[in-house]
């Protein structure tokens, strides 16, 4: 693994797999002995929060739905 100079390392596939790492999890370095450790903030989050999160992250790049209130876009599924 190599770190980039933004200070950025990529986490393999397999490991991301494997402790169900995706995409906007948050994560901590800490310094455990001297050795570098990686630790997820939180725990795990359900296939619901992270779709919503998805959708929060995203929702400004639709311009059908950009800037809408949350009642705005449940109004227009409901039609």
């Known amino acids: 693994m190599r770190m ?7 986490i393999p596939p397999e490991l991301r797999a494997r402790f ?4 906007g999890d948050e994560l ?3 310094d455990v002995g001297g050795a ?5 903030r ?4 359900s296939p619901g929060e992270r779709l919503v ?7 400004f ?10 009642d705005e876009i ?3 599924l409901r039609d």
């Open 36 to 40: 570098l450790r990686i630790v997820a």
């Open 74 to 76: 449940m109004d227009l």
């Open 20 to 23: 169900n790492l995706r995409e």
């Open 53 to 59: 999160r998805h959708m929060r992250r995203h929702r």
């Open 4 to 10: 980039n100079a933004n200070g950025q390392v990529t």
């Open 61 to 70: 790049d639709n311009p059908d739905v950009g800037g809408l209130t949350t």
């Open 28 to 30: 901590d370095v800490i």
């Open 42 to 45: 939180g725990g795990a989050d």
